[in-house]
């Protein structure tokens, strides 16, 4: 089998883009984080749960049972 010879501008050409590819995520993956530490606690406002069956039913009864575990949660 013969090598394919790649022309010299052109592997220096892909190391460099390869070298600016690392450089940019690197710089992403610094940037993520601070962002996320600036966001506001979740949930910034109440939260409304819908059941759409009726009330008093099984679901509904689940759904009641749910929503206090998750306001306890939540307020932590």
């Known amino acids: ?21 690392l450089a940019i995520a690197m710089a992403i993956h610094v940037i993520i984080p601070g962002i996320a530490w600036g966001a506001a606690k979740y949930p910034s406002s109440a939260v409304d749960i819908i059941c759409p069956f009726a009330p008093g039913a099984a679901t509904d009864q689940l759904t009641r049972l749910m929503a206090e575990e998750l306001r306890v949660s939540l307020m932590k």
């Open 1 to 21: 089998m013969k090598r394919l010879k790649s022309k010299k501008g052109e592997s220096s050409l892909r190391g460099s883009g390869m070298i600016l590819f």
